[in-house]
């Protein structure tokens, strides 16, 4: 049994044209974790996993999965794996456990034992009341859950899901995430893209990706240590638009955006406090107004790095 | 069990797997159905009882100036049969306004003085105006004519005693199809027809379906193999193909009475060889096109006018053009249509069509090797 780590990408590029989709991108991902893959769409996170399941040929450097090399042995990693893809992928004409027998049989499951595992996955899925039902009947979040049942059949060592819960309501989404977290538990390895930021603080370690490059890889909390500094201010109370529009053309605020009814700041905590705020808002008309501190959330980060991302970028741009 | 380790069970497994969603996806879609066998056998009623090329009872206008027994008995052998039939005199001058009345096809000129002629024994001339703007059904009207005056004049030769016995007797016979029944001629036809308009654009849709959905790509990704993917959607649809013909031919046999004179074994052979010609001409139109409205147009067009117009069912292939004549080698359905009426009309075996066998099996090979190629093209 392989015991090192599931995915290790090494210099890993991928050139479409002149367009340079994937850029450099090595990380290691260890068995049983839950990778998480983020990044704007267009920021490379489908070329990556589609170089990862041998679907797709790396232009440059090197990647094996569940110790398959991609470049030489993408069937070797095909079996190894299962997939979930962003737009698919179940046949809605047929019924729920037609899909689990067509692709156990594509994995070359049969007989009794496809019957198993078919039973099994119904009921990790919590689907074997809707087995009969046809798929296209139901809704977003059960697809969902079938399509990675159905990506799982086989029992891979490693899952990739590719946006899996694109278009479904968080009622739904969240019992997604159980169903990973379950899978995790059990021994496989689960890397998902997405890009719903609050999904990304399920995952053990986050890649951020910025057009085509991973600027940034570590786990949400020590994420949100290294990239926002800044002090992460709650503010709450009535008539707080002009404080905001206030706030935003003074020395040492970052952002100034509306979060609910509230208000969602990020300063420097050099020259802000809570209170300095909360005096600001004030004295441009805002009414009963609290402030509160509060842990940055993984939009901070993202704003962050995607900032920082195009700083880099312009400074290449401008250097000859 | 799983088969790992066991990589012809994996294989059968991986492409029964297949076979068995496109059969689903079929029971699932009557109008796959539908396509398949509902159409061939409506068209085939359609085409069998409403196309046809036989000419009876041809309207013929008698212009007599002779007004004599030989001229009425000349009249008279025209129509006793009913292959024509009389519609009144008519002045032959006014031909162009009989003709453009559609009071007649023909007009049987007598001239004065014939039953002089015949008495001398010289040459006695009648003419026969016709309406040629259908040439097809001039040229059958021409040869039945033609036939009648024969007849006619040998008849009198021996009435007139010139022998004893008459020298020859003249008998009309169409051998292969007796009667010269347009729909022994068409159903072979038509069958090739059918199956390729369907094979084609059945698969044309179930693999650019594929792609549209984006379930190509799940299948990619999984172990299954391009040559796996490809059996596993052609078998169901070949099956399918077999059935139409079948059924073409039931229809045929005992709705227009189709003889089946060859080896049944001989034709599904033959059929067999066509479909997955035609299911491969599918199969790369939907992996060059990859949505299912080009995928239908790109398929219909390219197997319904070949096999329509190309394929000998209607026009024969002696009748065109040499660029045309040239251009129908490489359509499958001439050599379908051809074998179908060999083995079906005549009785013929494998001696005479194996050269049609061979051409559709090199058609078939080469089609699903190209896009089994365009195919693997798609992963980069």
């Given at each position: 049994m392989n015991t090192g780590p599931s995915i290790e990408a090494e210099h890993l590029s991928r050139r479409f044209g002149e367009f340079l989709?994937?850029?450099d991108v090595s990380f290691h991902v260890e068995k049983g974790e839950i990778f998480g893959y983020l990044g704007a769409n267009g920021a490379g996170k489908s070329t990556t996993i589609r170089m990862l399941i041998g679907l797709l040929a790396p232009t440059s450097g090197r990647a094996t999965v569940a110790g398959h090399?991609?470049?030489?042995?993408p069937e070797g990693v095909k079996s190894a794996i299962g997939y979930m893809s962003q737009k698919f992928s179940l046949y809605?004409?047929?019924?729920v456990e037609e899909n689990l027998r067509f692709f156990g049989g594509a994995y070359g499951l049969w007989g009794g034992e496809l019957k198993k595992r078919a039973d099994e996955v119904l009921e990790l899925t919590g689907l074997a009341e809707h087995?009969?039902?046809?798929?296209?009947?139901?809704?977003g979040g059960i697809r969902q859950r079938l399509a990675l049942g159905s990506a799982v059949l086989h029992r891979p060592s490693i899952v990739f899901l590719d946006?899996?819960?694109?278009?479904?309501d968080p009622e739904a989404r969240r019992s997604f995430w159980r169903l990973i977290r379950e899978l995790s538990r059990g021994g496989t390895t689960v890397f998902v893209t997405t890009h719903y930021l609050d999904e990304a603080?399920?995952?053990?370690r986050i890649g951020l990706m910025v057009d085509g490059r991973l600027v940034a890889l570590d786990t949400p909390a020590e994420l949100k240590r290294a990239w926002v500094p800044d002090r992460v201010l709650m503010v709450r109370g009535r008539n707080l638009a002009d404080g905001a529009a206030t706030l935003r053309a003074?020395?040492?605020?970052?952002a100034a955006e509306p979060f609910g009814s509230g208000l969602h700041l990020r300063v420097d905590p050099e020259t802000w406090t809570g209170e300095a705020v909360r005096m600001a808002i004030e004295s441009s008309g805002g009414e009963a107004v609290s402030v509160e501190e509060t842990e940055p959330t993984l939009e901070d980060v993202f704003l962050a790095v995607v900032g920082r991302g195009a700083e880099v970028q312009a400074a290449q741009e401008v250097a000859p | 069990m799983t088969l790992a380790g066991n990589p012809a069970g994996r294989f059968l497994s991986r492409v029964g797997a297949i076979a068995w969603k496109e059969i689903l996806h079929i029971r699932r879609d009557p109008r796959t159905l539908l396509l398949a066998l509902a159409m061939p056998v409506a068209m085939l009623l359609l085409f069998g009882y409403?196309?046809?090329?036989d000419v009876d009872r041809i309207p013929l206008a008698i212009s007599d100036q002779d007004r004599t027994e030989a001229s009425r008995r000349l009249a008279q052998a025209f129509t006793e049969n009913h292959e024509f039939e009389p519609v009144g005199g008519a002045d032959a001058d006014a031909a162009d306004t009989v003709f453009r009345r559609r009071r007649a096809t023909a007009i049987l000129v007598v001239p004065r003085g014939y039953e002089t002629d015949l008495a001398r024994g010289g040459p006695a001339r009648a003419q026969l105006l016709l309406d040629a703007a259908d040439p097809v059904t001039a040229n059958q009207v021409l040869a039945k004519a033609d036939a009648i005056a024969l007849f006619e004049s040998r008849r009198m030769a021996s009435v007139a005693g010139?022998?004893?016995?008459?020298?020859?007797?003249?008998k009309v016979s169409a051998r292969y199809n007796p009667e010269a029944r347009s729909a022994v001629f068409i159903v072979p036809g038509l069958a090739a027809y059918l199956m390729a308009v369907s094979a084609v654009l059945l698969t044309a849709l179930t693999v650019a379906g594929e792609w549209e959905r984006g379930s190509m790509e799940q299948l990619f990704a999984s172990p299954v193999s391009r040559l796996e993917i490809v059996l596993g959607k052609l078998l169901p649809y070949l099956a399918l193909g077999l059935i139409q013909l079948l059924l073409v031919l039931g229809v045929g046999t005992n709705?227009?009475?189709?003889?089946?004179?060859?080896s049944p074994l001989l034709v599904i052979l033959a059929g067999l060889l066509f479909l997955a010609g035609m299911l491969g001409q599918g199969l790369l139109i939907s992996v060059v096109a990859k949505n299912q409205l080009v995928a239908t147009q790109a398929g219909a067009l390219s197997s319904l006018l070949p096999s329509l117009l190309?394929?000998?069912?209607?026009?024969?292939?002696?009748?065109?053009p040499a660029p045309l004549r040239l251009l129908s080698r490489i359509v499958p359905a001439r050599y379908m249509v051809d074998a179908l009426r060999q083995i079906l009309?005549?009785?013929?075996g494998f001696a005479r069509v194996w050269p049609d066998l061979l051409a559709m099996l090199i058609f078939a090979v080469v089609i699903v090797a190209l896009a089994t190629k365009r195919f693997t093209r798609r992963i980069a």
């Open positions: 989709a994937v850029d090399d991609v470049a030489h042995d809605l004409d047929l019924p087995r009969k039902a046809i798929t296209g009947s139901l809704p946006e899996p819960t694109a278009g479904v603080e399920y995952c053990r003074r020395p040492g605020v970052r | 409403g196309v046809s090329f010139l022998s004893a016995a008459p020298p020859l007797q003249v709705v227009f009475d189709v003889p089946v004179m060859g190309l394929s000998g069912m209607l026009v024969p292939i002696d009748n065109m009309l005549k009785g013929n």
